[in-house]
Nanobody, 114 residues
Framework: AQLVESGGGLVQAGGSLRLSCVASRDFMARYNMAWYRQVPGKQRSLVATITTRGFTTYTSSAKGRFTISRDTGKATVYLQMNSLTPEDTAVYYC?????????WGQGTQVTVSS
């Protein structure tokens, strides 16, 4: 089944958003997860990762501002985004890490105004 992202929206620079991604419990238990984002005309890129044991990594642009977490019981992965800038404007997706092409969902749009 596809993953379902939510929580995006329009926010002013400096604001915060919390994204959610619902999967199945089996999927969450088996795979490391990640958040990705895509800007029109560019390839999808990695933002943050979290292993099944909760170990996290971040890209340089996300580190210190974003926090990835997972709740296996709720089969949900979160991305808390703080201090947002217009450069964070993108469609955000979650997937396994490495991603499984058949699992891509619709994503959730994040728009940061200056």
């Amino acid at each position: 089944a596809q993953l379902v992202e939510s929580g995006g929206g329009l926010v002013q620079a400096g604001g915060s958003l919390r994204l959610s991604c619902v999967a199945s419990r089996d999927f969450m238990a088996r795979y490391n997860m990640a958040w990705y984002r895509q800007v029109p005309g560019k390839q999808r890129s990695l933002v943050a990762t979290i292993t099944t044991r909760g170990f996290t990594t971040y890209t340089s642009s996300a580190k210190g501002r974003f926090t990835i977490s997972r709740d296996t019981g709720k089969a949900t992965v979160y991305l808390q985004m703080n201090s947002l800038t217009p450069e964070d404007t993108a469609v955000y997706y979650c997937n396994a890490n490495p991603p499984q092409p058949v699992r891509w969902g619709q994503g959730t749009q994040v728009t940061v105004s200056s």
